[in-house]
């Protein structure tokens, strides 16, 4: 190994992570207690009704499904391991996995054609969401061409970006079981390290937002200023 | 019994002229913003017509409002397992289109346009991109087309009329129509709340003001969807929705709100009214036909000392216990029972009551004349140019015996005045007719006084909000020296 790409897999895969995670939880909390009104899904379905379902909701469904997959295997990779002894378990997850990671790309990429040609939608985009697209776009990609080319994820994940991620959870950074994988996998990880470092300055925040108290609350709000007895 | 107070509002359709001069002081205090161009918290409806947004009362469309099935309350356009499923895409969510696209003119053209044979024009370009637009639709689109086969025909509320009733409404040169002043009900039971998932939305406690908290909105737009009347609006350019706020900050100062203040016509009303807050989920499950009259028994009587002592217990403040046996919506609503709530049939329980309108039911006597003396006493308001039907429609859940006890009423004290000042029908006539009104001649008086020689102190009698006691109170002052002061300190930009 030379040492150019040594120091280059001890930037992205050392510094840029602690860096990225840092931010996240820097600014995401910083925000949410300086800047509450700034956090919102931005959504521009009153302005656009039609190619809204098409694109945002594959995207969503397609992007929920893998990432909880990828969250799975970095928690339990010893069950997914136990899962895909079986060859045919192991071809219902990463066929359906595959499945939902399409389906993220049509809607993320109708979602980008809708933002380019509807001129109120144009309106309402800024640069950064741009950049967000932009990275949003190439990381489903690559996470495409990896599960192509690099059969099977779901097991070597759990063999190699598993460990990795908990050795830099309990700051004792391992590099050892990310460097020998090949250059796609590497980018589809440096680009989740952006993507992360992006999250809390752009409308990415919706996510940390999801209304679950609605889930268990009482129907009506009210709010008092000096609440009555028994209210 | 657990009594809460609530502003409530009474607007006398009869009264109102049409001049929209509530919508101007509203939008020029609130809603003058980017984003928040189209949006009228107060908008004047011809009726019959389609209304803002186009159709709104149309449920079959928006979905807005309560359905109450087997015994339970729940949203037309949302629950929680929907919530969850729907919040990537409202299927329910009105754009822009049934709304309108606001506009304004590239005036500079008619500086720098170059020099030719024709005058140069103003032409239209989208406030929301800035590109020429062709204008669709705007505010107030079908103002006073009343018999328009486009608009009018297509009212919601002409929905169970014989196509006799419908002719009558449409008969060339014979049309009719009035004005129908819309704000935010401020509901007992809002659906917008209900239906936030993010818990932006809610009722103050100490007044019953629907407010929407800034902060907390999140845009999943639920609300938009929820309202049954569409008042609550999306800023496109905030991304966060917004509401009528009942001019709060001038009513925490002891004035009436803008568009109450500014009415021409004097037909609104603003006053404090006690009601049952522990009975709002029964009556809001009554059968459609009932609601009118559920709906009134929540609302008690101030001066019941059983109600009073309650009111205490629950925190209510003698001023506004005061305040309330003061209100002239209590009147009109309870007393009188001649204002009705819009659409109750959503089960929101609307909190502004609307007087119907007497002019367009009685000119329909001797082609168009308003006819003095009435063979049958009560016979043209039976005959109706506007037929109950459809008034009961838009106001009483359908149930026409509301909508006919609130325009006999008013009959006969114009009847009872006309005897008292004019002379041309004789008193026992007015009696006779007073009492088949079920009106007695104090009544009838109040009412005369209240609709015609009120005042401004009669119209508003707003309660202290004794912001004294406000959470405001307990922060540092010191802490927003030369700021702007208390509240929301930052400009409201889209997005970081």
């Not at chain 1, 499904?65 to 899962?83: D, K, M, Q, S």
């Not at chain 2, 959503?346 to 007497?358: A, G, N, Q």
Request: hydrophobic share 40%.
């Amino acid at each position: 190994m030379n040492s150019a790409s040594h120091y280059l897999d001890q930037f992205f895969f050392l510094a840029l992570p602690y860096v990225a995670f840092f931010t996240f939880f820097f600014v995401t909390i910083e925000r949410y207690r300086n800047r509450k009104f700034t956090y919102s899904s931005l959504s521009s379905q009153f302005l656009e009704n039609q190619q809204h379902f098409w694109g945002l909701v594959p995207l969503h469904y397609g992007i929920l499904v893998v990432l909880a997959g990828h969250i799975v295997a970095f928690l339990i990779p010893r069950e997914v391991l136990w899962w895909n002894s079986k060859p045919l378990r192991l071809y219902i997850l990463e066929g359906s996995a595959l499945v939902f990671a399409i389906l993220a790309a049509v809607g993320l990429i109708a979602a980008m054609i809708r933002r380019a040609s509807v001129a109120k939608i144009r309106r309402v985009t800024t640069p950064l969401d741009w950049v967000l697209l932009a990275l949003l776009l190439y990381q489903i990609l690559t996470g495409i061409e990896v599960a192509i080319r690099y059969p099977w994820g779901s097991s070597w994940f759990a063999t190699s970006a598993s460990p990795y991620l908990w050795s830099l959870l309990r700051f004792s950074p391992d590099l050892s079981y990310i460097t020998p994988l090949p250059g796609s996998v590497k980018l589809h990880i440096v680009n989740a390290y952006l993507l992360i470092l992006l999250f809390p300055f752009t409308r990415l925040v919706h996510i940390l937002v999801i209304p679950n108290p609605y889930l268990w609350r009482k129907p009506q709000v009210v709010r008092w200023y000096r609440p009555p007895a028994g209210a | 019994m657990n009594v809460r107070s609530q502003v409530s509002m009474v607007f006398h359709l009869d009264k109102c002229i049409g001049c929209h001069t509530c919508s101007i002081a509203c939008k020029n205090i609130w809603t003058d913003r980017k984003g928040a161009e189209y949006m009228w918290w107060n908008n004047v409806e011809t009726k019959p017509g389609t209304g803002f947004p186009t159709a709104w009362e149309d449920q079959e469309k928006y979905n807005g409002g309560w359905a109450c099935e087997d015994g339970n309350l729940r949203l037309k356009s949302t629950s929680k397992t929907k919530t969850v499923f729907n919040i990537f895409h409202h299927p329910n969510m009105p754009t822009m289109d049934d709304y309108y696209e606001p506009w304004t003119y590239d005036y500079q053209h008619l500086f720098n346009a170059p020099e030719g044979p024709d005058q140069p024009t103003a032409v239209p370009i989208s406030m929301v991109t800035g590109e020429l637009i062709n204008i669709k639709a705007g505010p107030n689109w079908d103002d006073d087309l009343g018999g328009s086969p486009i608009y009018a025909e297509n009212d919601p509320n002409l929905r169970g009329l014989t196509e006799q009733q419908r002719q009558q409404l449409f008969a060339v040169e014979r049309l009719v129509f009035f004005y129908f002043p819309r704000i935010c009900n401020h509901c007992l039971n809002p659906s917008c709340v209900a239906s936030c998932p993010s818990g932006a939305l809610y009722k103050r406690g100490e007044d019953g003001i629907v407010l929407l908290d800034q902060n907390r909105c999140r845009a999943w737009r639920a609300c938009v969807a929820a309202c049954p009347y569409k008042k609550t609006f999306f800023n496109w350019s905030t991304d966060k929705s917004e509401k009528c706020i009942l001019c709060y900050p001038r009513l925490e100062t002891g004035q009436a709100p803008a568009c109450f203040h500014s009415c021409v016509g004097r037909i609104r009303y603003l006053g404090v009214l006690l009601y049952d807050a522990s009975r709002i989920e029964e009556v809001a499950k009554r059968p459609a036909e009932e609601l009118v009259e559920a709906q009134r028994s929540l609302i008690l009587d101030p001066h019941d000392p059983a109600v009073i002592a309650a009111a205490r217990s629950g925190g209510i403040h003698d001023s506004v216990i005061e305040s309330a046996q003061r209100s002239p919506v209590y009147k009109f609503v309870k007393e009188w029972k001649i204002a009705l709530p819009p659409h109750i049939e959503f089960r929101t329980l609307p909190m502004l009551f609307y007087v119907p309108p007497m002019a367009p039911v009685m000119a329909d006597l001797d082609s168009g004349t308003v006819k003095n003396v009435s063979g049958g006493l009560f016979h043209d308001i039976e005959e109706a140019r506007v037929p109950t039907r459809f008034l009961a429609n838009l106001l009483g859940a359908g149930n026409e015996g509301k909508v006919r006890y609130a325009l006999r009423k008013q009959k006969a004290v114009r009847w009872y005045r006309r005897a008292l000042t004019v002379g041309d029908v004789t008193h026992a006539e007015a009696a006779e007719m007073l009492a088949q009104a079920d009106c007695s001649p104090e009544e009838a008086e109040a009412i005369y006084r209240l609709t015609s020689l009120c005042t401004f102190d009669d119209r508003f009698v707003i309660p202290p909000m004794h912001r004294e006691e406000a959470i405001e109170m307990l922060a540092d002052p010191l802490e927003h020296k030369q700021s702007t002061g208390f509240g929301f300190l930052t400009g409201p930009r889209r997005g970081l």
